[in-house]
């Protein structure tokens, strides 16, 4: 059983290339997370979804886009990458809500 | 809105001693969740403790227990007799309106 696979391990960019993250989850949970995590900050939201072809933003959504077009992936976009997206990236995953989260690995993004 | 706060950037512990990190909250939802998670170095996510804003009695999971008092919002970890191998970065965290949200993290170094 795989829980929560982010893809890829580590990626580094240029500035202003575009990425896809992939987060899939195998144990059909309904909501799905994205955050990042830099030093000093702890994980800040940047977008959420409650179920497949949903999203909403978070704490930090500007520079992103996501899709949910199926219930197992949730995928993060960066159309136009900043140094400012340099960090860890982690996707999470429940059943139903108040429910501890399954995290990923993480994903090291970093942008020169 | 939500808000999540956690005070103590880094803490210093002597091993075989109570350790408390404290975590306070802030939101207007009646119903929400809170939860501790640890980061060790290795970088992933694991879950300690659960508490819903409705139970009666303080979350205990072995050497940790949640110190709910709802009426000052806060939710602090207590982990007893702490060991070398509880040295790590831990997060508070809450759900509501289908959002969780983190602080930004209390390192704890357990000194032998």
């Known amino acids: 059983n795989a829980g929560v696979t982010q893809t890829p391990k580590f990626r580094v960019l240029k500035t202003g290339q575009s990425m896809t993250l992939l987060c899939a989850q195998d144990m059909n949970h309904e909501y799905m997370y994205w955050y990042r995590q830099d030093p000093g900050m702890g994980l800040r939201l940047i977008h959420y979804s409650v179920g497949e072809g949903t999203t909403a933003k978070g704490e930090v959504p500007d520079g992103y886009n996501v899709s949910r077009l199926k219930k197992q992936n949730f995928l993060l976009g960066l159309e136009s990458a900043a140094p400012s997206q340099t960090s860890v990236y982690f996707c999470a995953s429940i059943s139903g809500s108040n429910q501890p989260q399954h995290f990923g690995d993480g994903t090291r993004l970093s942008i020169l | ?112």
């Open chain 2, 1 to 112: 809105a939500q808000k999540i706060t956690q005070t103590q950037p880094g803490m210093f512990v002597q091993e075989k001693e109570a350790v408390t990190l404290d975590c306070t909250y802030d939101t207007s939802d009646p119903s929400y969740g809170l939860f501790w998670y640890k980061q060790p170095s290795s970088g992933e996510m694991i879950f300690l403790i659960y508490q819903g804003s409705y139970d009666q009695q303080n979350a205990t999971e072995g050497r940790y227990s949640l110190n709910f008092q709802k009426a000052r919002k806060s939710a602090n970890l207590v982990i007893s007799a702490s060991q070398l191998g509880d040295s790590a970065m831990y997060f508070c965290a809450m759900s509501g309106d289908d959002k969780i949200i983190f602080g930004k993290g209390t390192r704890l170094h357990i000194l032998p």
